[in-house]
């Protein structure tokens, strides 16, 4: 069965490095996203993106992050200079459809910023 | 803004009986989706079930199926037959329509169950 795969499983940076989390997607979706999960908090969407551009973004989601679909496959979420509080857990996601459509999931990838 | 709660940080259940995890929502909207998710330990979040909420009938899946009240803005999961393989995170998430945008989710903070043999 088709499914989302995340790496690495598990990144530990020093606080103002670059990281680049990587995802590929289930190959014929057409939605893509980045969501994360501080410990003990909610799941929070970051990011969405759609025919190569991002379709919407929350607050969290600012200048220090950035994603792109560089080969038709990958989808990557990278941090430009990693702060304490991006800590956290990291899940991709993908989906065939906009409007109601089962996301799929990553394992996600565990982010800690020393 | 759009909230999800979830009432019950952890609950547990013995195997073949049932259990209902509990969530609410708030929202002004009229349409929308809402899902529950399961994040079995070390594993991806996968889907359980969807109900959309123009449906007055209420969605089930084999053993699962929810208690959609639209106007108290209630979405209850009830598991039945629990089996060991259902032991994992069990999170409530909201969808409203967007204009142009990809929908996103909004999750409740999630209930952990655990079925006891």
């Known amino acids: 069965e088709p499914e989302v795969t995340q790496t690495p499983s598990h990144q530990v940076t020093q606080m103002g490095q670059e990281v680049i989390l990587r995802c590929v997607p289930i190959s014929n979706h057409l939605y893509f996203y980045w969501y994360r999960q501080i410990l003990g908090q909610k799941v929070e969407f970051l990011v969405s993106?759609?025919?190569?551009?991002?379709?919407?973004k929350s607050e969290i989601f600012d200048d220090q992050f950035s994603v792109e679909r560089p080969d038709g496959s990958n989808f990557t979420l990278k941090i430009r200079s990693t702060k304490l509080e991006d800590s956290a857990m990291y899940f991709c996601?993908?989906?065939?459809?906009?409007?109601?459509?089962?996301?799929?999931f990553g394992e996600g990838s565990r982010l800690t910023v020393l | 803004a759009q909230t999800v709660t979830q009432s019950q940080p952890e609950m547990s259940v013995q195997e073949a009986e049932t259990v209902t995890l509990s969530c609410t929502y708030d929202?002004?909207?009229?349409?929308?989706?809402l899902f529950w998710y399961k994040q079995p330990p070390s594993r991806q979040m996968i889907l359980v079930i969807r109900q959309e909420a123009y449906k007055q009938q209420n969605a089930t899946e084999n053993r699962f199926s929810v208690n959609f009240q639209k106007a108290a803005k209630s979405f209850s999961l009830k598991i039945s037959d629990s089996q060991l393989g259902d032991t994992a995170m069990y999170f409530c998430?909201?969808?409203?329509?967007?204009?142009?945008?990809?929908?996103?989710?909004?999750f409740g903070k999630g209930t952990k169950l655990t079925v006891n043999p």
């Open positions: 998430a909201f969808m409203k329509p967007t204009q142009g945008g990809s929908e996103k989710l909004v």
């Open positions: 996601a993908s989906s065939e459809r906009r409007w109601g459509g089962e996301l799929f």
């Open positions: 929202t002004s909207e009229s349409n929308y989706y």
């Open positions: 993106f759609y025919n190569n551009e991002i379709s919407e």
